[in-house]
C-alpha cells in the first residue's frame, strides 16, 4: 500500500476519532434533561441516546453532509495536508471544553477547523461565503428557536394541564420524555455525524476515488454514525450536569417541551442542509423553559459563561487549524 493509501486511511481515522468525540461531547445534549428530571439513569440514558444517535440516517437525506463537504471551503482546494489541520482544530477544542465541563459546539469546531485551514492554504478566496454564512447565521437562530419553541410549548402544556394535579402530570411527561428523547437524539444524530460525513467524503474526492462530482458513500454514512453512536454511549458526565441542572432545574414537563423543541429545530435545519449546533439548540431550550416559570430560575451566570464559549468556538478552532497547518507545511 503506497504512501498516499496509507496517508488516506490515517485521515479517515482521525475523522471518525473527531466524530466519537463529537458524541462523547455533545452526549449531554440528548440526554441531559432525561437524566437530571431522573426518568432514566445515566447508563440506561446513554444507550437509548446512542441507539436514536445510529439509526438517524434511515431518516435523513444527506444535505448537512453535502453543506459541509463542498459548501464551506472550496472542495477543489482539499488536501491532506487541510483536512489533517482542519480535525486537529477542532478536535482540540473538544477535547479543552469537554475537561472543563463547558458545552461548547464540536460542529461549529469543525467549520472554524476548515475555514482557518482553507484560509491558512489559499486565502479568503478558499471559503464558500453562501455556505458558511448560513451556518454561522445558525449560531443566533438556532439556540432562539429552540428557546421559542420550548417557550410556547411550555405555556401551551401547562394551559392544557392546568386542572390536572401535579402529580399526575409530573406522571405523564415521565413517559412523553421517552418520545421526545428519542426525538431529539434522532435529530442530534442526522445532523452531527452527517458533518463529518462531509469530511471524509470530501476527502475521497480529492484522492479522486468518489468519481468526477462530489458525493457521500454508504460506508461512511454507516462509519459515522457508528463512531457518533459509540462516543455518544460512553457519554460526557461534566457537561451534563452543566446542561441538565446548572442552567435551570427540569421537572419532567419541562424537559419534554426543552426536548420537543430542540428536536423540531434540528429536524428543520437538517433538512435544510444547515450545519446547526445541537449544543446551542438544546440550550436555548433549556433556558426556554426555564425563563417560562421565571426568569430568576434560570442561572444567567451560567448561559453566560456558555455564550461565551459559542462565541471563541470558530476563531479558536480556526486559528489552531491554521497553525497546524503553518507546522505541518514546516515540519512535513
Known sequence: MDGVSLALIALIGVALLFDFLNGLHDAANSIATIVSTRVLSPQYAVAWAAFFNFIAFFFFGLHVANTVGAGIVDQHIVDDRLIFAALSGAIFWNVLTWTLGIP??????????LVGAGVAKAGTGAIVWAGLNKTVAAIVLSPMTGFILALLLVLL????????????????????????ASLYSLGHGGNDAQK????????????????????????VVLSCQTAMALGTFFGGWRIVHTMGSRITRLTPMQGFCAETGGAITLFGATALGVPVSTTHTITGAIVGVGAARRTSAVRWSVAQSIVVAWVLTLPAA??????????AGVFG
Open 104 to 113: 461548547s459546539s464540536s460542529s461549529h469546531a469543525l467549520i472554524g477547523g
Open 157 to 180: 402544556v401547562s394551559w392544557i394541564c392546568v386542572r390536572r394535579t401535579p402529580v399526575a402530570v409530573d406522571s405523564s411527561f415521565r413517559l412523553l420524555q421517552f418520545v421526545s
Open 196 to 219: 463529518t460525513m462531509g469530511v471524509i467524503a470530501v476527502l475521497l474526492y480529492a484522492h479522486g476515488l468518489s468519481g468526477p462530482t462530489f458525493a457521500v458513500p454508504f460506508w
Open 318 to 327: 480556526g486559528t489552531t487549524a491554521a497553525l497546524v497547518y503553518w507546522l
